[in-house]
């Protein structure tokens, strides 16, 4: 399984903001973990959406599902091991998914440059 911290990186070649790890594993049997990031912008998204799913395709994971990318406002990729949320920044506060997950041992990652 590739490491989550992996999937961080490459969510940051794309200047992806406020990225989480949250490792559920002792709270859902959903899935392992969570990796959720914040972007600026819909082609933002679409841009971090597009390079995690080549940069894994790349090493042979590809997703069980995609959500969201009609509206480019919370795209959902699927993995099963983890699920990968994408965010425009506003509507990850509307939903609160770092508060709903709070239990869970969390992961903030951050670039190089310590931003």
């Known amino acids: 399984m590739i490491r989550p911290k992996t999937i961080a990186k490459i969510m ?11 490792d559920v594993r002792k709270i859902t049997s959903v899935t392992d973990f969570f990796i959720v990031c914040d972007a600026a912008s819909d082609p933002q998204v679409k841009a971090i959406q597009n390079h995690v799913s080549r940069s894994l395709k790349k090493r042979g994971i ?5 959500e969201g990318q009609d509206q480019l406002e919370w795209v959902l990729m699927d993995y099963f091991d983890f699920i990968i949320h994408i965010f425009i920044e506003d ?4 939903y609160d998914i770092d508060r709903l997950w709070a239990d869970a041992k969390i992961t903030l990652i951050e670039d190089d440059n310590g931003k």
């Open 62 to 66: 590809r997703p069980s599902n995609i």
């Open 91 to 94: 509507k990850r506060e509307f």
């Open 12 to 22: 940051l070649e794309k200047k992806a903001t406020n990225i989480k790890i949250f």
